[in-house]
């Protein structure tokens, strides 16, 4: 037979182990919830990167189509947005070679 102190002291430690299991649940529980956050977030950098390059391909499209029809409403939005577009640069005729002398 067990004497006080003896059942006393292991009731002690069983309620600390118990409690220790309850911690470990919910360490448990709120480890598997970050792990989850970080795979979305992760899963989301990564389908932004493969996005990267149709971005970069529909805002020149909108650009060129904004330079060749002096669209300056398509050219507003963008400019809010926070790209400038640059007028094409003026090309001076090149003049015609004189013809070789005989």
């Known amino acids: 037979m067990l004497s006080r102190w003896q059942f006393t002291t292991l009731t002690v430690l069983s309620t600390l182990t118990l409690a220790l299991v309850v911690v470990d649940i919910v360490l448990y529980s709120g480890n598997r919830s970050a792990q989850a956050e970080v795979a979305a ?9 493969q996005l990267q390059s149709l971005y970069q391909e529909i805002v020149k499209a909108l650009a060129e189509l904004s330079m060749r029809n002096q669209d300056g409403v398509l050219r507003e939005l963008l400019a809010k947005q926070g ?19 005989k």
């Open 41 to 49: 977030r992760a899963q989301y950098l990564q389908q932004t990167v």
């Open 83 to 101: 790209i400038s577009l640059a007028p094409p640069p003026m090309t001076l005729p090149v003049p015609a070679a004189p013809p070789p002398r």
